[in-house]
C-alpha cells in the first residue's frame, strides 16, 4: 500500500482540530497510509501529546506513523504534502494590540515564511506539494516559494473557502445544491479585494451571471457578502473560521490529488506564469486543473468580461503592493 508523509503546522489550533483527524480517515487520500507530523510553537508543542492519543483512540485503519514536533527542518524531511496552518490570525491581541490590518500580518508572518521555504526546499520532496492556510495566504506562499527556490515544489495559498462560501451564496439564490455548481472561481487575493466569478461559475452548462440576471445584486450583495465573510465569522464567533477553514484545505488536497473532471476547475492561488495578464511570481486566485500525472496547470481559456477584469485589476494591484512590502524578504 502506498504511504504519502503529510506535515501539519499550528496543529494545536482550531483548524489544525478539525483538520487533522479527516487527513487520515480514508477519504482525503484515499487508499494511501499517512505518515503525519504535526508542528508547533514550543510553548503549546506538548498538547500535541493529547491529540496524538485521540488519534489512535479513534480507529483510523489508513494512520501511519504519528510524530509532533516544534523542529520544523526536522518534520520537513521527505514531506510529501505541508499544510502551513500556523500563523498569527486576525482578531487576537499580539504584543498589546489588536491584529486586524493586512500589514500587520504581513509584518509578523513574513519571517515565518522564509524560514519554513527554506526547509521545506532543502528537506521536502522535490516534488512536494505545499498549501499555505495561514493568513496573508497569497504572499505568505510567495515569500516561502520564493525561499524554497524549487522549481518542482507546487505551492498554493487556500482560496477554497472563499469559493465554497461563493456556491453557497449562489445555491441559495438560484434554488440548487452546491454540488451543482462549477467553475467557481476566485480570482486574486485571498481578502476583500477578491473577485469571485459569476459570469464563468456554471449550473447546468449555463453561466450563473444570466440565470440570476441582476448585476445590482452581484454587484451589491453577492460580492460583499462572500470578500466580506471572514469578517462576518469573526465578529459573530469572536474566531477566525476553523471548521470550514479546514474543509477547504481537505477540498483544495483532494482537488490536488484527483484529476479534474472535464470542464471543471478549482479555485487556489500558483504563482502567475503571466496568464490573464497577472505580473510573473504574483501568488494569484486562478481557475485550477489537476492533470492526470498530478501536476497543476491554470486553466486558460476563460473569458473576462470588463466588470470582471475591473474587479480582478484591484485585487492584482493589492498583490503587487504586498510583494513591494516584503521585497527584502524576496531573494
Sequence with gaps: MNRIKVVVTGAAGQIGYSLIPRLVDGHTFGDKIVDLTM??????????????????????????????????EEAAKDGDWFLLVGSIPRGIVYEGKKIEERSDLLKINGGIFVEQGQAIGEFGNPNAKILVVGNPANTNAMIGKNAA??????WLAMTMLDSSRAKSVLANKTGHNVSDIKNMIIWGNHSPTMYPDIENAMIDDKSISTMVNDMDWVENTFLPKVQQRGKA???????????????????????????TEGGNCFSAAIASDGSYDVPEGLMCGFPLICLNDGSIEIKRDLVLSEFARNKFNISIKELESEREAVKHLLK
Excluded: H, W
Design 233 to 259: 465569522v469573526i465578529d459573530a464567533r469572536g474566531a477566525s473560521s476553523a471548521t470550514s477553514a479546514a474543509k477547504a484545505a481537505l477540498d483544495t488536497v483532494i482537488a490536488c490529488e484527483n484529476p
Design 39 to 72: 508542528v508547533e510553537i514550543p510553548q503549546v508543542v506538548d498538547k500535541l501529546e493529547g491529540l496524538v492519543m485521540e488519534l489512535e483512540d479513534s480507529y483510523f485503519p489508513n494512520l501511519g506513523e504519528v510524530k509532533y514536533t516544534s523542529n520544523f
Design 149 to 154: 527556490g524549487v522549481d518542482t515544489q507546487t
